[in-house]
């Protein structure tokens, strides 16, 4: 697996901006497709973005598309997610998440960081 920290999140007001990022270690990161998932209190984990390995695929959850974009520096061995337009709705603990399928769905991906909060105000 590779290991995952999640950095960037904070508090915000409506319409402000957040630049997460992603730092990878242990196996190769660019072996891997990663995503971006965000989990809400008493909801369940849902996807926000997904890159491919070498970023040349990228998928956006409706609610985030034309706002979010997600990126990775392999070279870096870095993956960001820059969310724009933020809205309350958008409050979560968002995860980013490694994986050698490129997929909606959370549980095809088994490394997995810890998660930053984000937390957009009215």
């Known amino acids: 697996q590779v290991q995952l920290v999640e950095s960037g999140g904070g508090l915000v007001q409506t319409g402000a901006s957040l630049r997460l990022s992603c730092a990878a270690s242990?196996?190769?990161?660019?072996?891997?497709?990663m995503g971006w998932f965000r989990q809400a209190p008493g909801k369940e984990r849902e996807f926000v973005a997904a890159?491919?390995?070498?970023?040349?695929?990228?998928s956006y959850a409706d609610s985030v598309k034309g706002r979010f974009t997600i990126s990775r520096d392999n070279a870096k061995n870095t993956g960001y997610l820059q969310m724009n337009s933020l809205k309350p709705e958008d409050t979560a603990l968002y995860y980013c998440?490694?994986?050698?399928?490129?997929?909606?769905?959370?549980?095809?991906?088994?490394?997995w960081g810890q998660g930053t909060q984000v937390t957009v105000s009215s």
């Open positions: 242990g196996r190769t990161f660019s072996n891997y497709h």
């Open positions: 998440a490694t994986g050698l399928r490129i997929t909606t769905d959370y549980t095809a991906y088994d490394g």
């Open positions: 890159i491919s390995a070498r970023g040349l695929t990228r």
